[in-house]
């Protein structure tokens, strides 16, 4: 009996440890209620001016590409950046870490400001459903 | 009698291998890239620069661009560049604290300035006592040993774009070889001076 709840906790732990579920459980329990993966497509195509921009416009899709699922090319180095859907690079979803840093990294640089966890979700439900 | 004699020519031998192994260290330290193969007697240690060895700067500086040796870059400049990653060259390169310590740790400890390596020690020599540059492309020695190569090459190809872009005709790059006969330019060739 103590064998079998052991597996259990260990399997539980390990579910819970899928680092998707992570993200959404906290963006949930920062107040997060409904995700909607329309809302973050076209949040991914919107264009930001901000204030380092030079009046040019920044979207997401600048650099990843309106089509998630093929390459993106960044707009000044033009290094090759894989697809972000997870059907053809689920490789991007394995680290909390990660997702975390580079929405931090690319919120600041497109929006000018971090994403707030409602525009995380939304971005995040939208990759992962591509 | 005899001894003196092979003393004598112990001595002279000795006395002219140093006067070669000098001779080679000059024409190393000669800016002649075709001597250099010649001379065997270098370790590779000698060789351009130290290679990346450190697996969190390859993988978050390497995500974006070419992971640029350590050794192509003076102590200052990379403080500087790492105390600014928020603005780095227009663009968020923003790491949490640890990474940013470990990282400019590793970059400063094998800056050009501490390296014995080939082209670090040339990249100082070049460089003014102030001089504290923020990109290697400014360097007075990558200017010079670029200046053959017309900036429209560079500029016009699609595959190039910029002379920060070592990879696209340095095929040995990222094993921190630079030499001229491990350069392939996209649309032109090889390059020899």
New interface residues.
Partial sequence: MKAYLSIFLFLSANIQANPLDEMFDAYQQSGVRTIDSEQGKSLWNEAFITE?SKDKERSCANCHGSDVTKKGE?L????VIEPMAKSVNAKRYTNTKKIK?WF???C??TLGRECSAQEQADILKYLITQ | MKTIITTVVVFALLLTTSIIMGGNRYNHDEENEHEEHGYKTYSSHNLDVAVVNNANYAEECGS??FAYQPGLLPEKSWVKIMGDL??H????????TDLQKELTQYLTQNSADKSDYKRSKRIMRALGRSDVPLRITETLYFVRKHDEIPYNIVKDS?EI??FS?CTACHTQAEKASFNEHDVKIPGYGRWED
């Fill in positions: 380092k960044h000044r180095t033009g290094k840093k931090k990294r690319n600041k640089w | 974006c661009h928020e603005n060259f227009d663009e968020n390169a923003e790491l949490d699609k774009g910029s872009n």
